[in-house]
């Protein structure tokens, strides 16, 4: 019993490490009526592999009114947020989704720290004003992937 779940952790952290290294994924929210809404975003795994951040950016948006993913966690914050490999050798798809409660983060050391992240990991933030704009930040739950992650 003991080495099954050493090697359902390893498994596990495999599919992590593996999610840490994409580029976008695609944040899945829904609202009170649970309506969904799907949109691709960057991301960042804190080093631990409990949450996942998501900050909004400078991008243009109709700034009216908050954000559809915002609003949908203000109402229903549970989330799924999933990154896949397609390919057309077939024996190379993978995918891995995270799945969990979120929080919207204005400001404070876990708001700048997850921001501060995203920067490194993506250029392009590091020219646009973020401190301003809130984060998302998953609460990871529960993770399950398929396919082949390893190469």
């Known amino acids: 019993m003991v080495s099954y779940l ?41 080093t631990e592999g409990g949450s996942v951040y998501i900050t909004i950016d400078e991008k243009p948006k109709d700034t009216g009114r908050p954000l559809k993913r915002i609003r949908n966690i ?16 077939w024996s190379q798809l993978a995918w891995v989704m995270a799945r969990g409660s979120a929080d919207i983060l204005h400001d404070g050391t876990e708001h ?31 993770v399950t992937w398929w396919g082949r992650l390893g190469g």
């Open 112 to 142: 700048r720290a997850a921001q501060a992240a995203l920067r490194e990991k993506y250029p392009q933030y590091q020219s646009m004003t973020l401190a301003c704009l809130p984060v998302i930040a998953i609460r990871i739950e529960r």
């Open 74 to 89: 203000l109402e229903n914050p549970q989330v799924a947020l999933i990154a896949d490999r397609w390919d057309e050798d």
């Open 6 to 46: 050493v090697i359902a952790m390893t498994d596990r952290a495999l599919a992590l490490e593996w999610l840490s290294r994409q580029r976008v994924a695609r944040l899945a929210t829904a609202d009170k009526t649970l309506a969904p809404h799907v949109v691709p975003v960057c991301f960042i795994l804190a």
